[in-house]
Structure formats: C-alpha cells, structure tokens
C-alpha cells in the first residue's frame, strides 16, 4: 500500500531524499526528524521516497514525518532485498513540484540559507547546477553540532586550522547536487542498475557534467582512484571537482554526521561492482566522443588561479593537500588513545 502525505505549495525548492531502513533505522529516523523539522525548513518541500518494507520502523516514519505539511512522505514496497537509492530518488523526483531540486541524503545537516542561496543561483541561471562539498563530520563532532555545543562556523574555521578532531575527510566532489528538475530527466535520472553502496552518484553527476560541457572527455577520465586530499584528486573526480572547487573557496559546504559502517555488509560491499558498471559506463561514453587536448591538468592549478582571481590568500586553504589518516590528531584522551591501540577505534 502507498501512502503520500501533503506539501507546501509555495516552495522553489525540492529536497530529494531516498530512505531505506534495513539498517541502522533509528539513527536515520532521527536524522530525518531532526532536518525537516530545524528552523527555516518548513518553507522548502522535502520530498522523501521511502521503501517501506513493513517493520515497525517503517511505521515509525510514518507516522513521524507524514504528518508534517512541508513533507512529502510516498511509502511503498517498491522493491525487496538491497538498498536502491537511485530507484528511490527517481520515484522521489516524479512526485517533486518545485523546479529546483536538491538531491542529498539522510546524514546530511539542514542548512536552509545555504540551500535558499544555492537554489536561487541555479533558478537565475548564475550557476546551470551547483556541487557543494560535503565535510564528513566525526561522531565527536557530529553529536556536539546537534545538541548546539558547537556551530558550524566553529567546525569551519577547525577544519580549515587543520584540527582533525571535528572531521574525517572532504568530499569534493560529492553527491550533494542543485539542479533544474526538468535537466534531470533530460539526462535520464538515476541508473536504476547500481544496487548496493557507491558509484550512482558519480555516474549521474558525470553525465550531468557532460550535459552542459562542463568536463572534458581525456585519457584520464576513467581512472578511479581517491586521496583524502581533494586537490590531489584524479580521474572523473578532478575533472568533477574543478566544478566543487569555488563553493569551497566560499566555504559553502555541507555537514554529513557521523554513522558506523559495519565491517562486511553487504551494502558497502557492492561497491566493488557498482565501481566496474560505473567504468563500463565511462568507456562508453569515451569510445563515442572525441578527446579534449586543451583539459586542465591539475586541481591544484586551477585552486591558485581561482584564488588569485576570487582574492582570497591560498594559504588559508592549505588544509586540502592534507592526506593525513582520519584518525590523526583525535586520539586526545586516554580513552580514545586505548582503544585505537587495541583496534576499537
């Protein structure tokens, strides 16, 4: 049975988010609540495409967010066995009404000034879509932004100080996508194929990229490879991250908070698979276009050039060379520091 709960009717905007609930239901039923209820959010219609696979849980959803205006909650069984975030977000998409879409996930922070100004870029045709980077935030960290021990800008101004403990790494490029809902069925969705963890995102904001010729096809563009130093970013993520880079210079990222991820699911594990569709897919699209010869070489040039162009000192920004472990400079207690040794960290 499906259920679709009601909207505001006055929103430019659309936040896109898929909910699945095998694991870990209680941290993103909380997560869940938590954003669409935070200030400024009852203005933006929140559309969430729910697989409702008839546990209590899911009930608990139900009951939590389709009650509330602005959410439009649509709960069904749309499928069985692994999580299919693309097939989510697509079925999401079809029910959003706003011309805007945004397109993240659960553990993302609400931040309704930043989506406002992000979506006015793109609805004015400042920027054709917009890419923030996404901090990933550590359970220290995340648990103090929530009970507001710790503001964002104080994570900011961390982050770009070089102090490790509030974060675990930068994704740039990340999945967290403004975009013109029209464009997103011009570039035909979400692949429905990639089942599992990983790679669905790149694929659509790849072929996104491509759609307003904003990457160039190069000999690189298949490699896959990742630092934990965006500018020493490779492949289709150098290529996607030259679009990420001025948000970062403006300190306009987003906050993922913090979650476990378990040791041999089943989820994370179709990466690996979701990564070869993924390649087959580049090449592909490699084998059908001709070659760029004037694509930019590196990151790292084009971060001094736009820094030099925006006006802003580089050096303040040379926390995205760091490729320094996660786990560095957060081991400052006893605790922390036992733990790590003995492998619980």
């Known amino acids: 049975m499906a259920t679709l709960s009601k909207h505001s009717p006055d929103s430019k905007l659309a936040i896109v988010i898929p909910v699945d609930l095998p694991?870990?239901?209680?941290?993103?039923?909380?997560?869940?609540?938590?954003?669409?209820?935070?200030p400024g959010m009852a203005g933006m219609e929140i559309v969430i495409a729910h697989n409702d696979r008839g546990t209590k849980q899911d009930l608990a959803l139900r009951r939590t967010l389709g009650v509330l205006p602005h959410v439009r909650l649509f709960s069904a069984r749309f499928y069985t066995g692994s999580v299919n975030s693309g097939f989510l977000r697509n079925r999401a998409v079809e029910f959003a009404e706003a011309p805007i879409i945004l397109l993240l996930d659960a553990d993302i922070v609400s931040n309704p000034?930043?989506?406002?100004?992000?979506?006015?870029?793109v609805s004015s045709g400042e920027a054709p879509f917009i890419m923030l980077p996404c901090l990933y935030l550590t359970k220290w960290a995340s648990k103090r932004l929530i009970t507001d021990k710790i503001s964002a800008d104080e994570i900011l101004d961390a982050y770009f100080s070089f102090r490790r403990r509030h974060f675990q790494h930068m994704a740039s490029p990340s999945s967290i996508?403004?975009?013109?809902k029209d464009e997103y069925w011009e570039i035909g969705g979400?692949?429905?194929a990639f089942v599992g963890h990983g790679y669905e995102d790149f694929?659509?904001?790849?072929?996104?990229?491509?759609?307003?010729?904003?990457?160039?096809?190069?000999?690189?563009?298949?490699?896959?490879?990742?630092?934990r130093a965006p500018l020493l970013a490779e492949g289709f993520r150098k290529y996607l991250g030259h679009?990420?880079?001025?948000?970062?210079?403006?300190?306009?990222?987003?906050?993922?908070?913090?979650?476990k991820k378990p040791v041999g699911d089943s989820y994370y594990q179709a990466r690996a698979a979701?990564?070869?569709?993924?390649?087959?897919?580049?090449?592909?699209?490699?084998?059908?276009s001709s070659y760029d010869a004037t694509a930019p070489s590196s990151l790292i040039d084009a971060f001094f050039s736009l820094c030099r162009e925006v006006g802003v000192e580089a050096r303040d920004y040379f926390v995205l060379f760091d490729t320094r472990?996660?786990?560095?400079?957060?081991?400052?207690?006893?605790?922390?520091?036992?733990?790590?040794?003995?492998?619980?960290?």
Not at 177 to 180: P, T
Not at 204 to 222: K, Q, T, V, Y
């Open 23 to 38: 694991r870990r239901p209680g941290d993103l039923i909380s997560k869940l609540e938590r954003f669409v209820r935070a």
């Open 203 to 227: 694929d659509f904001a790849l072929r996104l990229a491509l759609h307003h010729g904003m990457i160039p096809i190069c000999e690189d563009l298949l490699e896959n490879r990742s630092y």
């Open 325 to 345: 472990p996660g786990y560095i400079d957060r081991l400052s207690t006893w605790t922390e520091r036992f733990r790590f040794l003995i492998g619980q960290h």
């Open 177 to 180: 996508l403004f975009l013109r």
């Open 274 to 288: 979701n990564a070869e569709r993924f390649g087959r897919k580049v090449r592909d699209i490699m084998s059908r």
């Open 113 to 121: 000034e930043l989506f406002s100004e992000c979506s006015n870029r």
């Open 190 to 192: 979400f692949d429905e």
């Open 243 to 259: 679009i990420s880079l001025p948000y970062i210079l403006e300190k306009k990222i987003a906050f993922h908070l913090f979650h």
